[in-house]
């Protein structure tokens, strides 16, 4: 069955960088983007932006520029996510999932989520 | 604060029926269009209910059903069940592609 799934936890010191994956498998990775959604503790869904994994075009939401990297691995079907000198509000499960390129009016499956915790 | 306002909480019996509301609230996301509901469980990944305003994943139980009226979108679960109780979130792509909006979500208790 279709299926994205992420890297695990990571405890990282404020500062520090970190990458999270996304294997996408059972269907065409290139044919679907790929999204991101931070979620904080005990709070709400954030979309971050997405990358049209045809182009390799990545498109951040406000909020999340500078700090934040979205890139393609097409060759494994795997999309990362980078995030730069972490700072304690970055402590968040973060989830890929994929939507149509372009047109966001679904996100279809959901990687299992990867938590980031940020701690001195 | 989200663009789009949800109530915090709801709650309903098995077998009944609630309604979740979805307002807009913020000209930010644009003509509301293509809304899509995703119901989440304590620790686990969000799960599409309903997209494009009324259509249902294949999949999805038919005590589902999403609407909109203007400003406003609803999510309408019937026959509550056990399982129904999770946090749902509503969710507006403007047509831009640039700018998705999340409600702040809801959470369902089934009595």
């Known amino acids: 069955q279709v299926q994205l799934v992420q890297s695990g936890s990571e405890l990282k010191k404020p500062g520090a960088s970190v990458k999270v994956s996304c294997k996408a498998s059972a269907y065409t990775f290139t044919n679907y983007a790929i999204n991101w959604v931070r979620q904080a503790p005990g709070q709400g869904l954030e979309w971050m932006g997405w990358i049209n994994t045809n182009t390799g075009t990545p498109t951040y939401a406000q909020g999340f520029t500078g700090r934040f990297v979205f890139s393609l691995d097409t060759s494994v079907s795997t999309a990362h996510l980078l995030i730069f000198s972490l700072e304690a509000e970055d402590t968040a499960v973060y989830y890929c999932a994929r939507g149509p390129q372009g047109r966001h009016n679904w996100f279809d499956p959901w990687g299992q989520g990867t938590l980031i915790t940020v701690s001195s | 604060q989200s663009a789009l306002t949800q109530p915090a909480s709801v709650s309903g019996s098995p077998g009944q029926s609630i309604t979740i509301s979805c307002t807009r609230t913020t000209s930010n996301v644009g003509n509301f269009n293509l809304v899509s509901w995703y119901q989440q469980h304590p620790g686990k990944a969000p799960k599409v209910m309903i997209y494009?305003?009324?259509k249902r994943p294949s999949g999805v139980s038919n005590r589902f059903s999403g609407s909109k009226s203007g400003n406003t979108a609803s999510l309408t679960i019937s026959g509550l069940q056990a399982e129904d109780e999770a946090d749902y979130y509503c969710?507006?792509?403007?047509?831009?592609?640039?700018?998705?909006?999340f409600g702040g979500g809801t959470k369902l208790t089934v009595l």
């Open positions: 494009e305003d009324n």
């Open positions: 969710c507006s792509y403007t047509g831009n592609g640039a700018y998705v909006a």
